[in-house]
């Protein structure tokens, strides 16, 4: 009983019953469970907070859930006491769409409405993706920071997050594809390893591309954990392998610039507290019933309208729109709208 009670200890409340927050009261009795990948990810934390501000706007209690690992069994034991406890709606990113597949099926076949940010469950999982950007755009300006500090050839190597999380596969799949155009075929991908949102992994990886790849110039962290550890260690040891990726403005001031004493150039990341606020009106539209999460459908939020877009895996999904590349120049303006 110990060992379950530390297992669902999660976000500081236990899901026993699906606790609501205090902020509860104030609301109408809709209830939401927003679960991420695992704790310390900040990129979805601080969506997470405007997700929940939002709901709260809107009249729904949030409970934040994050599983004690980075595994799909994490999550699948987290949906479960979701099924038991029933709240209106989950939203979820997943660590792993297949594992996740048949549980979600049966949150769905409960009457909990399902919608989901930041990573995809299948589309029959899902009724709603809230998507940054579409894969072949995050690709496409992950792969131009890459040509731009090589120089347009030598190695190059990926840090991703999970095996298994299906938008940093979709991005590394793009960026796969398009190394058979013309202006990228003198570069060279000579890895892709995974350190599953672990900064220990994440560093100690760091370390091994470095040591089976001495002319490695650049190293390409589409995860802000990895982004981040990767950064550290790069600096720390005056490596002249240089970095760009998805990273958190705040983590990666000081690591920042285009001088010697700088690892990472550019870096790119999307407008995270729009995405939570998006996620969090589009969820709370589904359990209303004036949203349905199916292509061609309009969700308007305040002076944004957005058109649910037929998804490249089949499912529905709303595309915020464009990340945003950041430098020397724009970083702690950057780190400051992401407090």
């Not at 609301?27 to 997700?51: C, H, P, Q, T, Y």
């Not at 040891?237 to 550019?266: Q, V």
Request: include cysteine; aromatic fraction near 6%.
């Amino acid at each position: 009983m110990k060992q379950k009670l530390t297992m669902l200890l999660v976000s500081g409340a236990l899901l026993l019953g699906f606790t609501v927050p205090a902020a509860a009261e104030e609301s109408d009795g809709m209830r939401i469970a927003l679960v991420g990948k695992s704790a310390g990810n900040a990129f979805f934390e601080v969506a997470a907070v405007s997700f929940k501000e939002e709901a709260l706007r809107l009249g729904a209690a949030v409970e934040t859930i994050y599983p004690e690992a980075a595994t799909a069994d994490a999550q699948i034991r987290i949906l479960e006491e979701v099924i038991k406890s029933h709240p209106d709606a989950l939203c979820i990113s997943v660590n792993d769409a297949a594992a996740l597949e048949e549980v979600l099926h049966r949150v769905r076949e409960s009457g909990i409405r399902v919608s989901s940010f930041d990573s995809a469950p299948e589309p029959d999982s899902r009724e709603i993706f809230i998507n940054q950007s579409p894969a072949p755009d995050v690709a496409r300006v992950l792969l131009d920071a890459v040509c731009e500090i090589t120089g347009g050839e030598g190695e190059w190597a990926i840090l991703s997050g999970s095996g298994t999380a299906s938008n940093q596969n979709a991005w590394i799949e793009e960026m796969q594809t398009l190394m058979e155009e013309e202006e990228y075929e003198r570069l060279t991908l000579t890895d892709v390893v995974y350190g599953d949102d672990d900064p220990r992994l994440c560093t100690d990886l760091t370390e091994k591309l470095l040591k089976e790849h001495p002319d490695l110039k650049v190293i390409c962290a589409p995860t802000t954990v990895g982004i981040a550890s990767a950064a550290k260690y790069l600096q720390e040891n005056a490596s002249r392998c240089l970095l760009t990726g998805l990273g958190l403005p705040s983590e990666m001031i000081g690591f920042t610039g285009d001088t010697e004493e700088f690892c990472c150039p550019c870096f790119f990341l999307w407008d995270m507290k729009e995405l939570g606020r998006l996620a969090a009106y589009a969820t709370v539209s589904l359990i209303d019933g004036s949203f349905s999460g199916k292509a061609g459908d309009l969700l308007r939020l305040e002076d944004t309208e957005y058109t649910v877009l037929p998804a490249s895996d089949g499912g529905s999904e709303i595309v915020l729109g464009p990340p945003v590349r950041i430098t020397s120049d724009n970083i702690i303006e950057m780190a400051d709208l992401y407090q």
